[in-house]
């Protein structure tokens, strides 16, 4: 009975998540029953929907029950806005659907952030109460606490795709899908529910009207996918984030200046070794099953100004971003002073999205500073065009350590563990002590460098490696997965670390 509750049943201590046995269990169980109704377009789309609900499921407990709510509440909108042929009804509706969303994300994001900001400004002392689970024990009895309110798991994610449907369908780009249990399918697939990537209706509806296709080469680049995403999970980013940067964090007045600095070097190896590194397991799983999602990262610290960087780091968020708000707003149709309020606005709300915390906003703003400053610097700039190595080495260089800049507020929990880190870096360098750090941490250092040499390896060498893969038979496939599940579980942390993006 203990097991049968173990495999059915949320265990918030243990969701199912991609770095789990647990969860490669129950892929192999999906997969195998998947080959009974791959064939038949309906059947595969509700079952997969069914399967994608117990995957939130186990991943978030009742919670599965606002994307429920979030699926029947856009269908009916979607459905209405599409046989409208009143311009004013259509506006009415579209606008409900986006309010709807973004209340549902604000109640469960940004009532901590309301709260206390409301509280700070008027000396109050409001309190946040969950009002779902006060209405929950009134009515059914049970006993959730009301003292605060837990951040569903991909809240940001699925809410986010739901108003692009809506939008997608205001716009005519797309049409509504045939019903409900499709429309479910779609806001709920499971490899990118929780961490992305977003999925626009445009590109994700009609491949749920299409048979089932996968060559020989794209199951190969499937497998190389997963084994890639795992590796940069947990071979890199749970290991240099276990072992040493959590650690300084958590206490950066104990380290050094050197030991911060290298700290957050390390964060914006291990944020993007996370997130990717998520996004590629999403990725080879979805296409085993037929369905080709979006790339969601281009080698982003390759890249060479802050544009460059949000053209190739969580791709789907900025074209979102670019497509749903800032063109919207007006883009650079309004002059260059409604243009720059434009890209702040965007970047403002873009770490908003984030995180319910005034660091994500600094976060944001910096970031929309740096691209306004591109902008102006790119026109009298002298390496402007000059695509010689040393000076696109330059650029890379002021552009990662920028972006590694404004991650010391994205990754602090605090204020205070902000200005302490910078402080450190400012104050108490510690020169003297750098050799013995290095010597101490110097597994640490060796996994970073290892992991920024293979990131600015020319596209043409990953290619050719990725080609070779691709191209092996499959029982050296089988091989190379072994020696991976090998390596993996010669530096894997005692305890499961849940990706960075599942707290957005």
């Excluded at 046995?21 to 377009?41: D, E, Q």
């Excluded at 979030?70 to 409900?96: E, M, P, Q, W």
């Amino acid at each position: 009975m203990e097991f049968l509750k173990e495999i059915f049943l949320y265990n918030q201590d243990a969701p199912l998540i991609f770095t789990r046995f647990y969860f490669w269990a129950f892929f192999a169980v999906v997969m195998s029953l998947y080959l009974v109704v791959y064939k038949k377009i309906a059947a595969r789309n509700i079952y997969l929907f069914a399967i994608s609900l117990f995957f939130y499921y186990k991943t978030s407990g009742l919670y599965f029950f606002l994307l429920i709510f979030s699926t029947i509440v856009d269908y009916f909108i979607g459905y209405g806005i599409f046989n409208s042929d009143k311009k004013l009804k259509r506006k009415i509706l579209l606008a409900l659907s986006i309010f709807v969303n973004l209340f549902v994300l604000s109640y469960f994001k940004y009532s901590y952030l309301a709260v206390d900001t409301v509280n700070y400004l008027l000396g109050t002392h409001f309190e946040v109460v969950d009002v779902l689970s006060k209405w929950s024990n009134n009515f059914t009895g049970s006993h959730f606490d009301i003292d605060r309110i837990i951040l569903p798991v991909g809240i940001s994610f699925f809410t986010f795709q739901t108003i692009s449907y809506s939008i997608d369908i205001y716009r005519g780009k797309v049409k509504p899908v045939r019903n409900i249990l499709d429309f479910g399918f779609y806001v709920s697939f499971f490899p990118q529910l929780v961490a992305g990537p977003i999925v626009r209706a445009s590109e994700f509806i009609p491949q749920l009207y299409e048979k089932y296709k996968l060559t020989r080469t794209e199951f190969g680049f499937a497998v190389f996918m997963i084994l890639n995403g795992l590796l940069k999970k947990m071979f890199i980013s749970d290991y240099i984030s276990v072992n040493f940067i959590d650690r300084v964090f958590a206490s950066p007045r104990v380290f050094s200046g050197f030991e911060n600095l290298m700290a957050l070097y390390g964060y914006s190896i291990q944020v993007y070794a996370d997130f990717s590194g998520y996004t590629d397991i999403a990725i080879g799983i979805a296409l085993l099953m037929g369905f080709r999602l979006p790339i969601n990262f281009n080698s982003p610290y390759k890249a060479t100004s802050v544009g460059d960087f949000w053209k190739r780091w969580h791709i789907s968020l900025s074209t979102w971003l670019k497509d749903y708000l800032y063109i919207p707003l007006g883009g650079s149709r309004k002059g260059k002073i409604r243009t720059n309020i434009n890209l702040m606005i965007t970047m403002l709300l873009g770490g908003l999205w984030h995180g319910a915390s005034w660091q994500f906003v600094i976060w944001g703003g910096l970031n929309g500073i740096g691209l306004v400053i591109y902008k102006y610097w790119r026109k009298i700039s002298p390496f402007t065009g000059d695509n010689r190595l040393p000076a696109k080495i330059l650029a890379i260089f002021i552009t990662f350590n920028f972006i590694t800049f404004t991650r010391i507020w994205f990754r602090s929990e605090t204020m205070e563990i902000a200005n302490g880190m910078m402080y450190q870096i400012a104050n108490s360098f510690n020169f003297a002590q750098m050799g013995e750090v290095i010597v101490s941490y110097w597994k640490i250092f060796a996994m970073m460098a290892f992991a920024m040499i293979i990131h600015w390896l020319p596209t043409k060498i990953k290619d050719g490696y990725k080609k070779i893969f691709i191209e092996t038979p499959h029982y050296l496939k089988v091989i190379i997965v072994v020696i991976v599940i090998f390596l993996i579980y010669q530096v894997r942390s005692s305890e499961i670390q849940p990706f960075i993006y599942f707290q957005f």
